[in-house]
């Protein structure tokens, strides 16, 4: 099984300020067709996951480019430039070669 | 605009079964792999199950094999979840995912006890 570690769990971010959550997995996410299908969600209190970034680095459609992917292999990283109100939630990454999400990063505004 | 809605779920004793269907519009469900996805009350995301397109190939994560079997019937543009042997463990919200990753239900509650 693939397992994939977050760090931090938690973040308590000032408006303004950029934020950064790590995502590693315990095996390569390069798959053999070229991609690497890791994503990440943003959960908000009381409504289902929505998909911020695909396959690494893509932002989904609507998504704010404040919000940015980065990695490979199995060392993934999703940073806001500037975290507003609006993104306070749980990320979570995920990976679809054998799928699991991460554990989940809660992010408050101080 | 894909729109997934997810029913069936419910209060069910242990040892019970439930199945769970997830209707699906906005999309060409026949061209799509989908899945479901659980989350226990206060806990993260679980992988539980995937379907290939046209139904020959299945996922089912190591916690619900041999219990919960997903299918799908592509006339109905529907996705089904059939859970026997139901246990305390079960209990969480069942989304049901796909036509692309952004695709995601609302979820549909199931509660396991007695």
């Known amino acids: 099984d693939i397992v994939m570690t977050q760090t931090p769990l938690s973040l308590s971010v000032t408006p303004g300020q950029p934020a950064s959550i790590s995502c590693k997995s315990s095996?390569?996410?390069?798959?053999?067709?070229?991609?690497?299908?890791l994503y990440w969600y943003l959960q908000k209190p009381g409504q289902p996951p929505q998909l911020l970034i695909y396959?690494?680095?893509n932002r989904f459609s609507g998504v704010p480019d404040r919000f940015s992917g980065s990695g490979s292999g199995t060392d993934f990283t999703l940073k806001i430039s500037r975290v507003e109100a609006e993104d306070v939630g749980v990320y979570y990454c995920?990976?679809?070669?054998?799928?699991?999400f991460g554990q989940g990063t809660k992010v408050e505004i101080k | 605009e894909v729109q997934l809605v997810e029913s069936g779920g419910g209060l069910v004793q242990p040892g019970g079964s439930l199945r769970l269907s997830c209707s699906a519009s906005?999309?060409?469900?026949?061209?799509?792999?989908m899945h479901w996805v659980r989350q226990a009350p206060g806990k993260g995301l679980e992988y539980v199950s995937a379907?290939?397109?046209?139904?020959?190939?299945?996922y089912y994560a190591d916690s619900v094999k041999g219990r919960f079997t997903i299918s799908r019937d592509n006339s109905k543009n529907t996705l089904y979840l059939q859970m026997s042997s139901l246990r305390a463990e079960d209990t969480a919200v069942y989304y049901c995912?796909?036509?692309?990753?952004?695709?995601w239900g609302q979820g549909t509650l199931v509660t396991v006890s007695s």
């Open positions: 995912a796909g036509g692309g990753p952004g695709g």
């Open positions: 906005g999309f060409t469900f026949s061209s799509y792999a």
């Open positions: 379907i290939s397109s046209n139904g020959g190939s299945t």
């Open positions: 095996q390569s996410l390069l798959h053999s067709d070229g991609k690497t299908y």
């Open positions: 396959e690494v680095s």
């Open positions: 995920m990976q679809s070669i054998q799928p699991s």
